[in-house]
């Protein structure tokens, strides 16, 4: 099938007939979409165009889970501060003592959610919540316990938190995604592919701890994303798209005479 959209401007058409518009992905998927231009029309042909596709949100989610899962140190680190607050979750002594110097809660991991990962690292790179974290830990570890009583969490540092302020810093542009392509703002094959291309500045961010997750983060959603925005119906929304147009494509036009 062939849709045919009336030109805009007589002017715009008189530059530009009979040219080829490539549009490239920013991030560097190899798909390429061609736009052929008339003097009086602008045809594309649709017929590539599936009756199913799979869910932008669900497959940006476990691109995440995959370089989350595969990642040794960023799986200490956050099995490292659950236990923290699990202690304090399931101890009413010192979740009591906490309460006093802090009315932040604390906050866990939920498995169904990787969301709750953040919220949590979030949650403990709060300066606040952090102070009160050490202060009752530190009265924890001086206090003389039971025989059969659980050791109690090691006193977390400034060294931990700088970890989490770091694993925060790269996962939230992830996070941000994932909620544009949840929100009922508007259809997710219209910003899919741009909510996904602003997920990738986090290749801007320097790491110091995490520099291989932020590797594999990058590899595994461009390993999940790439073959979903391949397909014709994602690309053409985000050209179609009034908001977005060109922005987010990289344009060269072949001017023929």
Partial sequence: MTMTMAKN??????????????????????????????????????????????????????????????????????????????????SREWSDELRQLTNLDVVMIIPTRWNAMLDMLDRFNNVEFYNAVHTVLLKVQNTNRPRNMKTP???????????????????????????????????????????????????????EFFDNFKKSLLNSVKHRMEPLFNKTEFILAAFLDPAQKFSIFECKFNFLI
């Fill in 9 to 90: 401007h007589e002017t715009q058409m008189n530059q530009i007939q009979t040219n080829a518009a490539h549009l490239s992905l920013k991030f560097r998927t190899k798909m390429t979409l061609t736009l052929f231009l008339s003097e009086d029309s602008i045809n594309y042909d649709f017929s590539g165009i599936s009756s199913h596709t799979e869910c932008a949100a669900h497959t940006l989610q476990l691109a995440i889970n995959d370089a989350i899962k595969t990642d040794e140190s960023t799986k200490v680190h956050i099995n490292y501060l659950n236990s923290r607050m699990v202690f304090f979750k399931t």
């Fill in 153 to 207: 969490p090691i006193v977390p540092n400034v060294y931990d938190l700088k970890k989490s302020l770091e694993l925060f810093k790269i996962l939230r542009p992830m996070r941000d995604a994932t909620d544009t392509l949840q929100g009922g703002d508007s259809q997710t094959s219209n910003c899919a592919i741009l909510a996904t291309a602003n997920a990738f500045r986090i290749n801007k961010i320097k790491a």
